[in-house]
């Protein structure tokens, strides 16, 4: 009879998509697993894997035990976790993926509400600009702008948000409000900086796109540096509604040329399309929701939003 711990380990190796991923999700040294695999192939009588020295291939025979298995595996991993939780109460960790400005817009504070409510919960928060491997990285939900065509994955969309042109009031004081796009290039205008020398934005309003060409003296490729730089009144600035409500409805920012942005995106919390999460995963994902929903950081769902 196989070995089931043996089976679940070919599992997490394929999903990792090599032995050196899966190691370092599972803490096992990468030859150990490769031995363990040899062992499964022994008892089984068949091989699983094609191995060579850039990646890991499955034969027929391990397309059919990862396709049998992998569901069952993952339904088992859910029963015993809820077990050692008492069932009741969401209980271990949680790893959660998010933009390197995450907490800039998401209040740190909601994070010790959730951890108050949930004692036996621990947050580890991987932030970042580049999209991560979720099986790779052991990441147990990421939150996510876009469409994302991976099958393995499944999503529960919020909002969505779009970038719209702002200004500080001290700057629309001394320089005054655009009226149209043309008189954009008679403004400072705070963009990603361009190897040709040349920024522009693509602006989306009544008349349809439009490609604008940009003036300005201060240029950054970090989306904070930009908000702060038109906080500060350096000029105006492209930059997504989730990052700028909070300033607009204070009056640290204002809106310039509201009837153009750029379209809509969704944001979804993106996690495994394991069968059964983990009592911890899904309280976190409900919370979030809930949250970010509470603070109107998003605007509200469309049917013609697209998401993962």
């Known amino acids: 009879m196989a070995d089931l711990n043996d089976i679940a380990l070919f599992v997490q190796v394929v999903r990792a998509g090599s032995f050196a991923a ?53 339904a088992v991993e859910a029963v015993a976790r809820e077990t050692a939780g008492g069932g009741e109460h969401a209980v271990g960790k949680v790893r959660v993926a998010a933009a390197a400005d995450f907490f800039r817009w998401f209040d740190v504070a909601w994070v010790g509400t959730f951890l108050a409510a949930h004692p036996r919960v621990r947050l580890e928060f991987v932030l970042g600009d ?49 009226e149209s796009l043309q008189e954009l290039s008679e403004h400072d205008c705070i963009a990603a900086p361009s190897r040709s020398g040349l920024a522009e934005w693509r602006l989306i309003g009544p008349d349809g796109a439009t490609v604008v060409g940009l003036t300005g003296r201060f240029h950054a490729n970090a989306l904070r540096v930009q908000l702060d730089a038109a906080l500060a009144g350096l000029g105006i600035a492209l930059l997504p509604t989730l990052v700028t409500a909070e300033y607009l409805r204070s009056g640290q920012l204002l809106e310039v040329l509201p009837h153009h942005g750029t379209s809509s995106v969704g944001v979804s919390l993106v996690y495994s399309s394991r069968r059964q999460s983990p009592k911890a995963v899904t309280a976190f994902i409900d919370f979030v929701m809930v949250r970010m929903r509470e603070a109107a950081l998003l605007e509200p769902l469309s049917q013609t939003t697209s998401s993962i």
Request: aromatic share 2%; hydrophobic share 35%.
């Open 130 to 178: 580049d999209k991560v491997d979720l099986i790779e990285q052991a990441i147990d939900v990421a939150i996510r702008t876009g469409v994302d065509r991976d099958s393995n994955l499944v999503a529960r969309p919020i909002g969505t948000t779009r970038a719209t042109l702002v200004a500080s009031p001290t700057y629309v004081a001394s320089r005054g409000r655009p």
């Open 22 to 74: 899966a190691g370092r999700r599972l803490r096992m040294p990468p030859n150990t697993l490769s031995r363990r695999i040899q062992a499964l192939e022994a008892q089984i009588g068949v091989r699983l894997l094609q191995r060579s020295t850039r990646q890991l291939t499955l034969t027929p025979a391990g397309t059919t035990l990862f396709q049998g298995s992998a569901e069952q595996i993952d």
